[in-house]
Structure formats: C-alpha cells, structure tokens
C-alpha cells in the first residue's frame, strides 16, 4: 500500500515547478474576486444614487482600483440629435468645456468607431497607422500612448463608449485591464 501512494507523491523539484503555476491561479482568484466585488458596488451604487455624476465618479474610482485610470471619461450617443454627450471627463490634457459635440466630429475617431461598430479597441500608439488604415480611425484631441474603450449598449444597440487612457509610456494596459471594463 505504501508503494502505491510513493508513485503519487511528487518530488521536491516538481513542487517547486508548481509554485509559479500556484501563485498565477491565486492571483487570477483574487482578481476574479476584486471584480466580482466591484461589480457589487457598482450595482448597488446604480440602485442607490440620486445623481447620475455621482455614479460615474465611483465607477471611475472602481476602475482606478484596477488599471491607471487618470484619463477617464463616458460619453453617450444620441441618435435622435447627431450629438455625443460627455457625461463624464477627466483627463490631464484635454479639458472639456462643452459637454457636447456634434456626432460628426467625432466619428471619424476612436470613441466614434466604438459608437459606430459596437466593438471594443484596444489602441497602441505603435498601432496608429494600422488602425487608420483598417479602420479609418483618425485621432481626436490629445494622442494617448494607449486607449482602451469598449461599447456601453441597451440591449443590442450602443448607446455610448467608456473609455480609459494614458499618455506616460510607462503604462501599459492589458487584456485583463480590458476585461475589466468589459
């Protein structure tokens, strides 16, 4: 009997060899359970708060929690007007100073192609001219060194973008930054 358990019984390097493995699924569990927890406190800020600002404000600072979120803003399309109303917006270059912009102006950009396809984007600046030239996204305001954005919808239509970026080199957002926002 005990020669069966020996076979099973991993030895001190293949311990070691695990480790690594261990600690990025420990990791994942506790990223997967800070999310899940921001979700909560999203959900019940929505439920709770008397003002829509005071909404995007907390959302913003859940999502500071996550990734650099310095530059941050949310903006909604209305159709029925041909405007983007921006909502929310804090950025360290660009300041806002009129709320809302005709459609027109900016759909030929990052936030537009959001608003347009539906689809989230994952911008590098070191993947400008590639976007430009599949896309046709042209840049708007300030050029960010990354830019991650991804639809707000109403069922199946997008009804706005949400969208983090960042202009230091030094910060780099990542597919997990990216579904988080998601």
Same mark, same amino acid.
């Given at each position: 009997?005990?020669?069966?358990l020996?076979q ?66 949310v ?6 007007n ?12 660009? +300041? ?49 060194f +990354? ?13 706005g973008?949400m969208?983090?970026?960042?202009y230091? +080199? ?13």
């Amino acid at each position: 009997m005990s020669s069966d358990l020996t076979q099973y019984e991993l030895t001190e390097e293949e311990l070691r060899e695990l480790i690594p493995q261990l600690q990025q699924l420990t990791d994942k569990y506790k990223r997967a359970e800070r999310v899940q927890k921001a979700l909560f406190d999203i959900s019940e800020l929505a439920s709770s708060v008397s003002h829509l600002n005071r909404l995007y404000s907390a959302i913003h600072e859940i999502i500071a929690d996550f990734m650099n979120a310095d530059n941050f803003f949310v903006a909604f399309y209305e159709q029925d007007n041909n405007l983007i109303d921006f909502a929310y917006f804090v950025d360290e270059f660009d +300041e806002q100073t009129v709320r809302q912009l005709p459609a027109e102006d900016m759909m030929d950009g990052m936030t537009g192609f959001i608003l347009r396809t539906g689809q989230h984007l994952f911008y590098k600046r070191e993947e400008e001219e590639r976007l430009a030239k599949e896309h046709g996204i042209k840049l708007v305001g300030s050029q960010p060194f +990354e830019l991650l954005g991804v639809p707000l919808k109403r069922g199946s239509q997008v009804i706005g973008a949400m969208v983090v970026q960042t202009y230091d +080199e030094g910060i780099h957002y990542s597919q997990e930054d990216l579904e988080v926002l998601l």
